[in-house]
């Protein structure tokens, strides 16, 4: 991937992650280095999650889901409280994916503290959760590289 490349996905990623999944480049990107998403910011990585969650819902069944967001739950640092990724994705997609303004009191449905909101956004940047991130880009990643996305293949 060149760099001009390069900065035309990540433009893509920026403005819709589905359609950043959905180019060929990431395909290319990821058979040259698998976990080439590690060099992305946290916030590209959110995004590429978001993509990938979206584009994948087509091969989500009752028993099946590539990504299993539905099933993960991340743990919060407040009252116990975890958040399926599912539903954070969809927080973050509202806050344009700026993890430091997540309306986490609308997610959960409490009222929390300013402390407790700041240890919420924090919980997205934690080592834990950075690693919950990098196996579900690699299980997505790897689910996509075996799928033809291509219109062609459509029936």
């Known amino acids: 991937m060149t760099h001009h ?22 395909l290319q990107r990821y ?54 990724l599912a539903q954070l994705i969809d927080a973050l997609t509202v806050a344009d994916f700026a993890l430091d303004q997540v309306a986490w009191d609308e997610e959960l449905a409490l009222q929390l503290s300013e402390p407790e909101q700041a240890a919420c956004d924090q919980v997205l940047a ?6 919950l991130l990098h196996t579900l880009l690699s299980r997505g990643l790897a689910f996509l590289a075996n799928c033809d996305l291509s219109k062609d293949s459509q029936i």
């Open 5 to 26: 490349e390069l900065e035309h996905w990540l433009a893509d990623l920026e403005r819709c992650p589905a359609a950043a999944v959905e180019n060929p480049l990431l």
């Open 31 to 84: 058979q040259q280095d698998p976990a080439f998403f590690t060099t992305l910011c946290l916030r590209q990585r959110w995004q590429l999650l978001a993509g990938l969650h979206i584009t994948l819902l087509d091969y989500t069944s009752a028993s099946y889901s590539p990504m299993g967001l539905e099933a993960e739950r991340l743990p919060l640092p407040v009252r116990q409280l975890t958040i399926p």
């Open 126 to 131: 934690a080592p834990q959760s950075v690693a």
